[in-house]
């Protein structure tokens, strides 16, 4: 990889990350830290951009591959107990999502107030796992 190419990638990425409200951490070892683990810098080190906003996190990571396939399978969902007045939420591989509909067998769910809405199945597996899948993808599997 050309020394440009890097330099121009580390540049954008402290960009995004401004733009995100990200400071870096002060200190060699915070730095050091967040430069080996950022998964938006090895994603655009591996050459794909930034998306528009935060991808949704699985076990408290990005999850980049929900984002750009518009499905996931193997999923964990716990339904989460309603606080009075606010709207219903489930955890989604230990990420908490709105529900904005129930479908039978499953739920119509978004993450933090984005407009993409995802349908969650459950499968037929024991224990019970859920698939994920964007809502345009699952009405047109549909046949809708």
Known sequence: MEESHVLDVLIEWLRVRD?????????YDGLA???ENSALLHRMLAGKAPLGAAPPRSYG???YALVEDGVASDCELVPLKDRLGASPKVSINQ???E???IVEGGYVVRYGGRDEVYVAERTCTDPPRW???RRDLWLQAQGI
């Open 95 to 97: 990420t908490a999502w």
């Open 131 to 133: 698939r994920l899948c």
């Open 99 to 101: 529900v904005v509909d």
């Open 33 to 35: 830290d967040e430069l």
């Open 19 to 27: 733009r995100g409200g990200r400071p870096l951490p002060l200190g």
């Open 61 to 63: 990571q990005p999850w």
